[in-house]
């Protein structure tokens, strides 16, 4: 099992640009999520999903997109990028035991 | 409002000590509640949980913590630290039947 996958570790992007996040899990999870950490502040949910097909959003969704068209993948978008979106991004998927699985983490600076 | 305290920032213990982190929590009900651990560069990883039963749980590599609903805490604890215990460690609550709600944080540095 790889568990949970993401790409890129690391993005630089300038003021108005877009990208993607991936995240992928092989556990067959139905429960994914995508947080964002920055220094002292623990963890915020942006976004998450019970299942294909079925996204909600978190505690800091302004500036995100996601869907979830398979249980296994579960992409972040961002469009037109601000500084304040400056952070590092986890990715996690939840077992039936309630236990969350994280990614590595993609670091992105937005300058 | 929902919420998960770490008074401690940073606790610093020298190697063969005990330590504790701590972790206060406000939410109704009868929550449940998680401890993970993250080295530098990577995820989090889980190290225990508490749902129900003995306040006393046992997790990952030796750490356990105890719940105490009277003071709503739920303290890791480990009774040796080691060196390479040292880490960012984040209490998490949930609450009956919503998500899962993080604290700040506590860096751990235990020293030779």
């Known amino acids: 099992n790889a568990g949970v996958t993401q790409t890129p570790k690391f993005r630089i992007l300038k003021i108005g640009q877009s990208m993607t996040l991936q995240c992928t899990q092989d556990m067959n999870h139905n429960y994914m999520y995508w947080y964002r950490q920055d220094p002292g502040m623990g963890l915020k949910l942006i976004y998450y999903s019970v299942g294909a097909g079925i996204t909600d959003k978190g505690e800091v969704p302004n500036g995100y997109n996601v869907s979830r068209s398979t249980t296994e993948d579960f992409p972040l978008r961002l469009e037109l990028a601000a500084p304040s979106q400056t952070s590092v991004y986890f990715c996690?998927?939840?077992?039936?035991?309630?236990?969350?699985?994280f990614g590595p983490g993609t670091r992105l600076t937005v300058t | 409002a929902q919420s998960v305290a770490q008074p401690e920032d940073q606790v610093n213990v020298a190697e063969g000590n005990p330590l504790t982190v701590k972790c206060t929590y406000s939410?109704?009900?009868?929550?449940?509640l998680f401890w993970y651990v993250q080295y530098p560069n990577r995820g989090l990883q889980f190290l225990l949980k508490?749902?129900?039963?003995?306040?006393l749980v046992k997790g990952s590599y030796g750490f356990e913590a105890e719940f105490n609903k009277s003071q709503t805490s739920f303290h890791l604890k480990k009774p040796s630290a080691l060196v390479s215990d040292s880490a960012l460690y984040f209490c998490a609550v949930r609450p009956w039947g919503d998500k899962l709600i993080f604290g700040t944080g506590t860096r751990l540095q235990v020293f030779p």
């Open positions: 508490y749902i129900t039963g003995d306040n």
């Open positions: 939410v109704s009900g009868n929550p449940y």
């Open positions: 996690a998927s939840e077992s039936e035991a309630d236990e969350q699985y």
